[in-house]
């Protein structure tokens, strides 16, 4: 995807989503080299794994609010997205923590699960939200509509899965299968949003409605 | 309980974006025009039918497959298969949804039309840099 986004002139306009996906590369040769040095059962493993994944979920976290920024940027409406942006995380942080204050020892380990697990959620309300305001201003630009619909699909499986396995916990070895193909999702349909799509054509979102406009 | 509402948001929202993802990778190819060859292969003189779809996949599964629009088709067929799901069950109470089923049908059918162009022309690509090697 980077590859992608550099060949189509297109990295620095969209430096979040480039970061978050060189992020991604780096954490997993980092996952691979403590896998391969202390085993899949070890302790180190086990934490490498999860900070690692709150990190990412942090990161895409705010990639998705550098696309408001994208569909909000004839209203310079950046200054605000970011201090909402803090401030909402703060809160998912207290949410997690007040969750994992109620359920007993080992609230470190819980805490980073239970932020990423429901990181995940607000990540899917909050794009969910910028659809609706995607649709509502018109926006046009297919490249930045194929990044929120695609962001959109990866978070709610996510989030779906996620609740899938709370509810029920002998799912959890098929639910484990899973996750590479959701993993695949974001660098695949991103690049080939950057390949296939200039950043100047347009698309009518009305057309894309579920419920025809 | 909460994860349960959990689980219902997220399916309501996934069924949402995959809807309108597939609805604008169609819209994307929408405005390109089949060549008479196409048009001849797949049977598709004016406009394309949701019947069509099944025809055209077979030719698309006889060219070779370009790295670009392989997850493409594959969303598609699995939105073709969704369409299918809805015009056999809730479409057969609700009459308009009947009727947007068929228009989405039909515009899934030319999509995998102009992803069978594409791939003629990826062929021939391919062909011709063998020739020339």
Not at chain 1, 29 to 35: A, Q
Not at chain 1, 130 to 156: H, N, P
Not at chain 1, 158 to 174: E, K
């Amino acid at each position: 995807m980077v590859v992608c986004s550099l060949l189509r002139g297109s990295f620095q306009r969209y430096l979040a989503l480039n970061c978050y996906m060189l992020a991604c590369i780096f954490v997993s040769v980092g996952r691979f080299r403590v896998l391969f040095t202390h085993g899949f059962g070890s302790q180190e493993y086990a934490f490498f794994y999860y900070y690692s994944d709150v990190f990412l979920t942090i990161g895409l976290y705010f990639t998705l609010t550098s696309l408001y920024a994208h569909v909000f940027e004839e209203m310079a409406a950046e200054k605000s997205i970011r201090f909402g942006s803090i401030l909402l995380l703060l809160g998912t942080a207290l949410f997690s923590f007040a969750i994992v204050m109620q359920s007993g020892p080992r609230i470190a380990g819980r805490f980073f699960v239970e932020v990423s697990q429901n990181l995940n959620f607000v990540g899917l309300i909050l794009t969910y939200v910028l659809w609706a305001a995607i649709l509502k201003l018109r926006e046009t630009r297919t490249r930045l509509i194929q990044l929120v619909l695609s962001l959109g699909i990866f978070f709610s499986l996510l989030a779906a899965s996620f609740a899938l396995r709370n509810l029920y916990p002998a799912l959890h070895s098929v639910l484990q299968s899973l996750y590479p193909v959701t993993g695949c999702i974001l660098p695949m349909t991103w690049a080939y949003a950057f390949w296939r799509f200039p950043e100047d054509a347009r698309l009518v979102p009305s057309r894309l409605a579920v419920v025809p406009r | 309980m909460i994860a349960g509402i959990i689980l219902v948001c997220s399916i309501v929202f996934l069924l949402q974006f995959f809807v309108s993802y597939c609805r604008s990778l169609i819209a994307a190819s929408s405005k390109q025009a089949l060549s008479p060859e196409v048009r001849d292969v797949t049977g598709i003189a004016q406009s394309a039918t949701g019947e069509d779809f099944a025809r055209v996949m077979q030719l698309l599964r006889l060219c070779p497959e370009s790295p670009e629009d392989r997850s493409r088709v594959q969303a598609v067929g699995a939105y073709f298969r969704l369409l299918n799901f809805v015009r056999s069950t809730l479409a057969r109470i609700m009459p308009a949804l009947r009727a947007w089923t068929e228009t989405e049908r039909s515009q899934c059918a030319y999509f995998a039309a102009v992803a069978l162009e594409r791939r003629i022309a990826f062929s021939r690509d391919m062909l011709a840099q063998q020739m020339d090697a």
